[in-house]
C-alpha cells in the first residue's frame, strides 16, 4: 500500500468516525483534568453523559496502525493484509477489509471479515482459523455499488 493509499485511509476513517458526532447538536463539554476524563452533555438525548476517559483510550487500536498490517493465522502464516477498516452506517461493529492473495496488490481478492474476530498478538495481527483457502472462499467485497439492472 502507497503512502497516498495509506493518507487517503486514514482519512476516509477519520471522515466515517466523525459522521454521527456531525449529524448531532453541538454538545456542552467539560474536561475533568484530574481523571483524564471529558465528558459530553448532549441535548436531546436520553443519556446525556457520556465520558471518554483519555488514559484507557490512548492504549486502544488505532486504525493507522491496522490498516496495512499483515494477518497471520495460527499456524504464523502470512494470509493476507488489512486493506481499511469499515464502520457501518446505521451503526453496528466494524468491519475489516483483507486483501487476499495476489502479488504487490496485483489479483487480489478483498473480503469483509467482522473486526472482532482479529486478535493483536504479542506483535501481529492474526485471524484464528482462517487459511488463504477459506478466506479466498469468502464473497468479494468492492467498495463500489454494483450496477443497477434496468
Not at 31 to 57: E, I, K, W
Amino acid at each position: 500500500m502507497t503512502a497516498r493509499q495509506q493518507l487517503l485511509a486514514m482519512a476516509a476513517t477519520a471522515a466515517l468516525l466523525a459522521l454521527p458526532m456531525l449529524a448531532m447538536a453541538q454538545p456542552a463539554t467539560s474536561v475533568d483534568r484530574a481523571a483524564g476524563a471529558t465528558t459530553l452533555t448532549m441535548p436531546g438525548s436520553s443519556s446525556h453523559n457520556q465520558v471518554v476517559d483519555s488514559r484507557t483510550l490512548r492504549e486502544g487500536r488505532r486504525a493507522s496502525r491496522l490498516i496495512g498490517a499483515s494477518v497471520y493465522n495460527d499456524s504464523a502464516e502470512t494470509i493476507g493484509e488489512v486493506d481499511d477498516l469499515l464502520i457501518p452506517r446505521e451503526g453496528g461493529p466494524p468491519v475489516a477489509i483483507i486483501s487476499v492473495g495476489g502479488f504487490l496488490g496485483i489479483g487480489a481478492k478483498l473480503v469483509a471479515v467482522p473486526y472482532d474476530n482479529l486478535r493483536m498478538g504479542s506483535s501481529r495481527w492474526t485471524l484464528p482459523g482462517a487459511t488463504k483457502e477459506s478466506l479466498n472462499a469468502l464473497p468479494g467485497f468492492s467498495y463500489e455499488a454494483p450496477a443497477s439492472r434496468g
